[in-house]
């Protein structure tokens, strides 16, 4: 295997860890991610960092300042409102097609409720629990069966997931537990199984104003 490709599996791996760690709140937003000391903990070079970096500024998770270096990005409310009106917008309108879509489809919906099941039994603020939510909310994006559409959602991915994990501080503030957040999830799996497009865009509607709304409420906490 050739350097450079070393290099770029070096700089994957450690793009996750480092991912990972934002994703658990081990880095806090705003935090810097400074590339000697990074760089010295992996025990890679300065050059895998500025590579894994760059890896995790794409996917919305890190942010560069000139002069400054690179930082954790911290959500400003308008960062939220765009997410959850992106994810209101393609959400509704994939429920809609729910009536005409294939069987295949809808089967991964089911597949992915069940995925979240099993992620809500390691508790209510794992990161698994995350990216199971937003792979489920993936899942019915894929309802449109347009490719573009479904590669701008995997673009967002990341930034889902991690305003999930934000809201999860919030929800246990409100004293909200994990059986509700997969009773929800069940319900939208069952209207769209069950091919009732109106019930389920009512639901997922009703499901991301929630989940906005509480995120909003918490996130001066951060």
Not at 36 to 55: D, H, M, N, P, Q
Not at 84 to 91: C, F, I, P, S, T
Not at 179 to 203: K, S
Request: aromatic share 4%.
């Amino acid at each position: 295997m050739s350097n450079e490709a070393n290099s770029n599996r070096s700089a994957s791996v450690i793009a996750d860890a480092i991912r990972d760690e934002i994703l658990n709140d081990s880095f806090r937003q705003g935090s810097p991610l400074r590339e000697v000391s990074l760089a010295a903990r992996f025990s890679v070079s300065r050059r895998t960092i500025r590579e894994a970096l760059l890896a995790l500024t794409a996917d919305g998770l890190v942010t560069h300042k000139h002069n400054q270096g690179a930082s954790v990005r911290k959500y400003e409310r308008q960062d939220v409102r765009d997410l959850y009106r992106v994810r209101r917008l393609l959400e509704s309108e994939a429920a809609r097609c729910a009536p005409t879509v294939s069987s295949d489809l809808l089967d991964r919906i089911d597949e992915a409720c069940d995925a979240l099941e099993l992620a809500a039994q390691q508790g209510f603020t794992s990161v698994e629990l995350a990216k199971a939510d937003a792979a489920f909310h993936g899942s019915v994006i894929a309802l449109l069966e347009s490719p573009r559409f479904s590669e701008f959602y995997a673009s967002i991915a990341q930034q889902v997931v991690r305003v999930i994990t934000l809201a999860q501080d919030t929800d246990v503030a409100l004293q909200r537990d994990v059986t509700t957040i997969v009773a929800e999830h069940r319900a939208i799996r069952d209207a769209l199984v069950h091919r009732d497009g109106w019930e389920a865009q009512r639901l997922i509607t009703d499901h991301v104003d929630r989940h906005e709304q509480n995120l909003l409420a918490g996130l001066d906490a951060h």
